[in-house]
């Protein structure tokens, strides 16, 4: 059975970091290409960023690039999201998704960053 | 959002409701790859439609998708109180981007 575990949220003061983690079974990880997604208290399904099987290749959303770095670790079976420079409107739950042509098949539970002074 | 869908639809129990999820040439109308998600309050999405029609394992077919030109639908029959819920529809672009519509609030009556 295909498990996604989030983990890593908490709050943290504006310009503060965090790092997400997301641990998966059930599925053969190296094989996948995987994501985060974020959901704004109230709002809507955004997506954040890609990464490829090996790690090779990275893409992220405008309003995160430059600050966020997701990474991976196949032997591990794990996947990250390092979030620097944090402001108020990054607040949101996170969640990890295992993807199937840009879009997760797959979601973890979900993990809170609550970003506040 | 990239996608266009409509803030909210409601029907009545047993009755049946469309969601519909508009894009563009260059995504929805190109692409056989929309997917749909139903979305709980506190809960994460979990996906009901993908390939525009297939249903995952588990999904009553109750749920059913469908695709004209630019613009997929999501359509839900005989509806019950479980499925008043936040639906999502995304889209494949032929990048490594994913997009999501904004969301449909669908209320049971």
């Known amino acids: 059975e295909v498990e996604l575990v989030d983990s890593g949220g908490g709050s943290v003061q504006p310009g503060g970091s965090l790092r997400l983690s997301c641990a998966a079974s059930g599925f053969t990880f190296s094989s996948y290409w995987m994501m985060w997604v974020r959901q704004a208290p109230g709002k809507g399904l955004v997506w954040i960023s890609t990464i490829n099987h090996d790690g090779s290749t990275t893409t992220y959303a405008d309003s995160v690039k430059g600050r966020f770095t997701i990474s991976r670790d196949n032997a591990d079976n794990t996947l990250f999201l390092q979030m620097n420079s944090l402001t108020v409107e990054d607040t949101a739950v996170y969640y990890c998704?295992?993807?199937?042509?840009?879009?997760?098949?797959?979601w973890g539970q979900g993990t809170l960053v609550t970003v506040s002074s | 959002s990239a996608l266009t869908q409509p803030p909210s639809a409601s029907g009545s129990l047993g009755q049946s409701v469309t969601i519909s999820c508009t894009g563009t040439s260059s995504d929805v109308g190109t692409y056989n790859y929309v997917s749909w998600y139903q979305q709980h309050p506190g809960k994460a999405p979990k996906l009901m439609i993908y390939e525009v029609t297939k249903r995952p394992s588990g999904v009553p077919d109750r749920f059913s998708g469908s695709k004209s030109g630019n613009t997929a639908s999501l359509t839900v029959s005989g509806l019950q109180t479980d499925d008043e819920a936040d639906y999502y529809c995304?889209?494949?672009?032929?990048?490594?981007?994913?997009?999501f519509g904004g969301g449909t609030k669908l209320t049971v009556l």
């Open positions: 995304s889209a494949y672009a032929g990048g490594n981007t994913g997009m």
């Open positions: 998704g295992r993807e199937v042509y840009s879009q997760p098949d797959y």
